[in-house]
């Protein structure tokens, strides 16, 4: 054996089947790999680990190395596992830290009812939490934290989660909570949602219960690790990797062990990177029983959108964009008939021998008994002479023509998971890993990609992967950017610019001009914030280890939220680095221990065969447990036949809620949170019923029979964070019928003032702050139904939730016939309807009921709401009134109808495996533009607006086609891109601009579009009352500063088919 001791990485990844080692002697020019070795993977775990590494190390030894372990990186499945599977998790008590918001939407509410069951100990809502400029909604009740634990203690629960609102901004409170929780209860394990997630509530609280119900077993696994390597003589620190490719400490994993979910994965394609020297390209890793496919970029793989879905549970933490599919070594092939009986086809997968393999497969039998044998992919791999493996006398007799047929369907399934997850129509070299490379015909191209790569090494690549490893930090907040501005200066420049502002009854040019002035100062603020942010980053990754001249910026985003005015800016920052080992030469090398061939005999029972992909996916769909999802659920409308109204099932709320998604054209914001609490309302057996409009107007009086719309005004993601409530729509719409039904409203004035003082806003608007009159209820007005402000986005289903509470009907119609971003192109304001009166009431300020009794113009109205709502946290809840003329000629009707009919089509499509983009453009009458990728996305702050652009670069029939969409919150215009240059425009405002996901038509905000994702380009026609003279004003092209475009439409809109009768 040679005296020079070489230093080691220990690289391990634990799949489903297979446990897989290398040694890595890192090198600064290229890091080299000493040995490497493939063990089953046994049930507990760290038995096959241990076989793993020590067969590894010997095999160094044997061939003539001294090695020295300086570190061991451990990926593994293990804690999704036992989350799909239900199995050695903790119950968990839930502490949100939310004040007066988010109660509609209690802890576990997302989470599918089999998994809450195991892990839901108990729910706490308490006193606390902070708004989204960091100013406080409530202080933090500690003696209420101490009453809380106390309970939670009593019920022997030992796993805290605290979730507090915007404690990615502010985590005070959580840090507070744990601190508390450490005096008062020391045995307690706590989880801070700030250290798990990022802004979004539910799905940050969904990462931090799920971390926190994995951290017992978490805490016996990396013991034994730490055990099994004691055991084989490995005396160096060891890691897991983590779901972004970077490492973290096995101390600090015990605190955060949910950020391993999807490790394997990563590690496949950190490992492909490494052994092709590709760093942008498509990784496919087949293993014995799945294959994950992805994309590399820069070296790492790409990271998912804002939401992942681990076993039903929504959540926001970073996880890699990978594709997983039912295809393997093991995967069975089977030869069926067709339904006509034309002849025969051959399917492979999903199902498997996994880690049977060797027990059920031909080319493994060792007898002449095939009786429970079955054919594999392997099998046919090498009846085919594609690869060598155990006995081709046993595959000889197989059918040629099963056997091709079986080889041409692996390499279907492997080219249509490569266009899944391709970024654009360029054909971008493949990486192929993993020991079920070996299915792939080398001498054949496939398709969609310019160049097939099967590296040496290809079957240990995740192994290879965990070893490179880097250390990472990140950020992922919201910093308000005017408290980086010198507001005097910035204020003096928005002066000067107003003085060359004439002629503008309206206020519109005197915005303009402002934001125009503010923007410079801004983007410096922006510019100098990100800055501080990286150097913070960088000088954290220096003092956990990481060498200075190996850091890397690998993310750098900024984009502003929406109808906040140029103040909050959502900045991302990723930073990765190598880990500093220090001084080797005078370390003792490797030897193996004096019972090392009892280690090496020892054994353990074998895992059962794998059911779930490294990402949480059952492999089988058919199989899938029976998880309650209404979407699956088909169902016709339920019409009362003496009434003519539509009762509202679980089946209605999907299908209202995907089509108002759609329909808000990028803009609107999700109606997710609407869903949730929609579907508890009819769970808890209150009703929704939806009325023809025309038959409820038929005996009303004119002017008294009040329809109400309830509606959000503010920042989505903000409402999203603080998860709205029904509580300042109720306060809203409350305060809006005091003022006809008490205060005998008429024409801007109070015919019963009391003794309220109304005062005078800087836009002449006239209102009374917190109008609470106390009269009797005189004046014959009444509210008799509940009507949508917009039928997109998150508004759509907001009267549903009130008119449950108050049993009130549903008109089947809505105030905009899609999302528009102000209050002034709500449809009756622009056909002459005066804008007033109106309520708003703050989120988490229900008390505080501000009546809005006059407004000169739509467009001063919108700046009142849009000002109290930011004074409010920006998120609030307003009212306005509509009375029998103006709700049946003045807005769109039967809209309800039309969002059910659009999310029916597309649901039945899904079910039935058809088209879903077919069913849109079948339902609407509409355009499929494009298809594609988005290859650019730009955002700037501009008016309290995200205004930018994106840019799709066309697929499938679409290619080398390019489109330009620009948005203000909602998509306004479609350009092609023709030779780097503007073409004509193909579509503008108020017809709708829809980008949905290609797959399967989920519609894709403005906000959450991002680089990367595979989408479909549809153009809607808009509804007869938006293409009017009076609307255009408002809505059309130019009201959004595109003077050189007309609108001319491309076609009519169908007539839509109301589905509650007209009595």
Not at 408 to 430: A, C, G, N, Q, T
Not at 908 to 935: D, F, P, T, Y
Request: aromatic content about 6%; some cysteine; proline content about 5%.
């Amino acid at each position: 054996m040679t005296d020079i001791v070489t230093p080691v990485i220990i690289g391990v990844d634990i799949g489903g089947t297979n446990t897989d080692v290398v040694l890595l002697c890192p090198n600064k020019e290229r890091s080299e790999i000493l040995a490497e070795m493939k063990e089953l993977t046994t049930a507990d775990v760290t038995t096959g680990v241990k076989k793993a590494i020590l067969g590894c190390l010997k095999q160094a030894v044997q061939r003539g190395k001294s090695v020295l372990p300086l570190q061991v990186n451990i990926g593994t499945t293990h804690f999704v596992n036992a989350v799909v599977q239900g199995k050695d998790l903790a119950k968990v008590a839930a502490v949100r830290i939310c004040g007066p918001v988010s109660e509609e939407v209690p802890p576990f509410m997302d989470f599918p009812s089999r998994l809450a069951n195991v892990i839901c100990g108990s729910v706490h809502l308490v006193h606390g939490g902070f708004r989204f400029d960091g100013k406080e909604h409530e202080s933090l009740d500690e003696q209420q934290i101490r009453n809380v634990l106390k309970d939670i203690q009593s019920k022997g629960i030992k796993n805290i989660a605290f979730i507090g609102v915007f404690s990615p901004t502010r985590p005070e409170h959580e840090i507070r909570a744990k601190k508390i929780t450490l005096e008062e209860y020391p045995e307690a394990s706590v989880t801070l949602s700030h250290e798990i997630g990022h802004i979004g509530l539910l799905e940050r609280e969904n990462a931090a219960l799920l971390n926190e119900c994995l951290k017992p077993l978490c805490k016996k696994t990396i013991s034994g690790f730490q055990t099994a390597l004691d055991e084989i003589g490995v005396k160096c620190p060891f890691y897991l990797t983590q779901n972004d490719g970077t490492i973290v400490s096995s101390e600090a994993v015990l605190e955060q062990p949910v950020l391993t979910f999807a490790s394997g994965p990563t590690n496949s394609m950190r490992g492909a990177a490494f052994l092709s020297e590709l760093k942008d390209a498509i990784v496919v890793d087949i293993g014995g029983t799945t294959t994950d496919a992805g994309v590399l970029k820069n070296g790492f793989p790409r990271e998912a959108a804002s939401h992942v879905k681990v076993s039903g549970v929504r959540t926001n933490f970073r996880m890699p964009d990978v594709i997983s599919i039912g295809l393997g070594g093991g995967s069975y092939v089977k030869e069926h008939t067709k339904k006509d009986g034309s002849g025969q086809y051959v399917t492979v997968g999903p199902l498997s021998a996994g880690l049977n393999l060797m027990k059920e497969s031909y080319v493994f039998n060792t007898s002449n008994n095939y009786s429970d044998r079955f054919i594999t992919a392997t099998d046919v791999a090498v009846a085919s002479g594609l690869c060598q493996l155990g006995s081709t006398e046993n595959v000889k007799k197989l059918n040629k023509s099963l056997v091709n047929q079986a080889i041409d369907e692996i390499h279907r399934l492997v080219e249509d998971v490569i266009d899944k997850v391709k970024l654009s129509v360029d054909e971008l070299p493949v990486i192929v890993v993993g020991g079920g490379s070996i299915l792939i015909d080398r001498s054949r191209p496939l398709k969609g990609t310019k160049q097939l790569i099967i590296p040496e090494h290809f079957g240990v690549a995740n192994a290879i992967g965990a070893a490179l490893s880097k250390v990472s930090a990140s950020y992922n907040n919201i910093v308000n950017l005017i408290d980086r501005v010198n507001t005097l200066e910035m204020e003096a420049c928005v002066s000067k610019a107003l003085e060359d502002v004439t002629n503008d009854p309206d206020g519109k040019e005197s915005e303009r001009a402002s934001n125009q002035a503010r923007k410079p100062f801004l983007l410096k603020a922006r510019d100098d914030a990100m800055e501080e942010i990286c150097q913070k980053i960088k000088a954290t990754l220096v003092t956990d280890g990481a060498t200075e001249e190996s850091l890397e910026i690998l993310e750098k985003e900024d984009s502003v939220l929406a109808y906040i005015p140029g103040n909050a800016t959502q900045i991302k920052v990723k930073i990765v680095g190598d880990l500093s080992w220090g001084e080797t030469k005078n370390k003792q090398a490797w030897l193996p221990p004096d019972n090392v061939e009892k280690l090496v005999l020892e054994d353990s029972q074998t895992i059962e065969k794998q059911k779930f992909s490294s990402t949480g996916q059952r492999i089988d769909s058919e199989e899938e447990e029976m998880i309650q999802d209404w979407t699956r659920s088909p169902k016709d409308p339920v019409i009362d036949p003496s009434t003519g109204e539509w009762f509202i099932s679980e089946w209605d709320i999907e299908c209202i809620v995907l089509g108002s998604g759609i329909y808000g054209c990028g803009g609107g914001g999700s109606p997710h949170l609407g869903r949730l609490r929609a579907l508890k309302a009819l769970q808890d057996g209150k009703r929704m019923r939806v009325i023809n409009p025309e038959s409820l107007m038929k005996n009303a009086d004119p002017e008294k029979d009040l329809v109400i719309t309830t509606a959000f005004i503010g920042a989505p993601l903000i409402m999203y964070e603080q998860a709205v409530s029904s509580h300042e729509t109720t306060a809203a719409l409350e305060c809006l019928k005091d003022l006809y039904e008490i205060g005998g409203f008429k024409d801007g004035v109070i015919v019963n003032q009391e003794d309220f003082l109304v005062e005078t806003s800087p836009g002449r608007c006239k209102f009374i702050r917190n109008y609470r009159p106390t009269g009797e209820r005189t004046t014959g007005y009444k509210v008799v139904a509940m009507v949508s402000a917009e039928i997109g986005g998150m508004n759509a289903i907001e009267p549903f939730l009130l008119a449950a509470n108050l049993d009130l009907p549903i008109v089947d119609g809505d105030g905009m016939s899609r999302a528009f971003p102000e209050v002034q192109m709500f449809m009756p304001y622009m056909f002459g309807n005066l804008p007033y009166p109106a309520a708003i009431v703050g989120s988490g300020n229900y008390k505080e009921r501000t009546a809005m009794l006059y407004a000169p113009a739509n467009k001063l109205l919108e700046n009142f709401l849009r000002l109290t709502s930011i004074e409010n946290g920006c998120s609030a809840g307003m009212a306005l009134p509509l009375n029998k003329s103006s709700l049946l000629n003045k807005t769109p009707l039967h809209t309800v109808s039309s969002a059910w009919r659009l999310g029916n089509a597309i649901l039945r499509a899904r079910l039935q495996k058809e088209s879903v983009i077919e069913a849109i453009v079948q339902q609407e009458n509409g355009k499929h533009v494009m298809n594609g990728k988005i290859l650019d996305v730009q955002r700037e702050t501009s008016g309290g607006f995200n205004r930018g652009f994106l840019l799709v670069e066309g697929s499938d029939g679409w290619l080398g086609q390019k489109l330009l969409i620009e948005f203000q919150n909602e998509n306004l215009v479609i350009i092609p891109i023709i030779d780097g240059k503007r073409g004509q425009c193909l579509g503008t405002t108020p017809d709708l601009i829809c980008i949905v996901d290609a797959d399967n038509a989920e519609p894709i905000t403005t906000e959450e579009v991002k680089f990367g994702l595979r989408v479909a380009v549809l153009l809607l026609p808009s509804h007869d009352l938006l293409r009017r003279a009076e609307s255009l004003r408002w809505v059309g092209p130019q009201a959004f500063h595109y003077e050189e475009l007309q609108f001319c439409s491309f076609k009519q809109r169908l007539p839509t088919i109301p589905i509650p009768l007209c009595k």
